[in-house]
């Protein structure tokens, strides 16, 4: 191969790598408007390895649609930083007094999630476990039921009706179900089956 194809061929690979990376921000966006449902909507496949997938897990239920939108167009682990920053200092609930207790509160449930829900090589946090923890603390009381159309048992996390509203401002669901389908858990599904590659 000459130069000049090379070159070509080397250019022409980085334009489609761009394209893609472009139509997965377009799809992200679109996906976010309408509430992400998949950890690959909530990726900024243009920021660098700590900052692509922060909003995967808990921070993505807690931010609100045009903040999603906006993390999702950043380019830049600079912008990426402030923006985080940013997103808890609108959730500081006193701004006056030192620390956060949100994201104080966030942060330590994120530890917790990452020890106790990591698995097949995904963080704790970002985990459908790791996410219910972080959005809502520890469960009342967990029980496991088995599905109908068998499978592995189903867990259950139960919340009081009282319980107080998560870090997303919501109360959470009464229950929660998960189920392991290969070497994942996640919510539960019925009928849902392994991933295979």
């Known amino acids: 191969m000459t130069p000049e194809p090379a070159a070509r061929t080397l250019r022409d690979g980085a334009l489609a790598v761009a394209c893609l ?6 799809a992200g966006c679109a996906g976010a408007a309408a509430g992400p449902r998949y950890a690959v909507d909530l990726i900024n496949p243009l920021l660098g390895p700590g900052y692509a997938h922060w909003l995967v897990g808990a921070a993505g239920r807690i931010a609100e649609a045009d903040e999603v939108s906006r993390y999702l167009a950043l380019d830049d682990d600079f912008a990426a930083a402030d923006f985080i920053e940013a997103f808890w200092e609108r959730r500081d609930p006193d701004p006056s007094a030192p620390g956060n207790p949100v994201r104080e509160a966030f942060e330590q449930r994120v530890r917790e999630a990452d020890r106790r829900f990591g698995e097949a090589g995904v963080s704790g946090r970002k985990t459908a476990r790791g996410t219910i923890y972080v959005l809502y603390g ?4 967990t029980d496991f039921e088995l599905p109908r159309r068998g499978g592995p048992a189903v867990e259950v996390w139960f919340y009081a ?6 870090l997303d401002g919501q109360q959470p669901a009464g229950s929660y179900r998960f189920q392991k389908i290969g070497d994942v858990t996640d919510f539960y599904r019925p ?3 392994p991933h295979t590659n």
């Open 21 to 26: 990376a472009a139509l997965a921000v377009l």
């Open 138 to 141: 520890p469960p009342t009381r």
């Open 161 to 166: 009706d009282d319980a107080p509203s998560g």
């Open 191 to 193: 009928g849902a089956r």
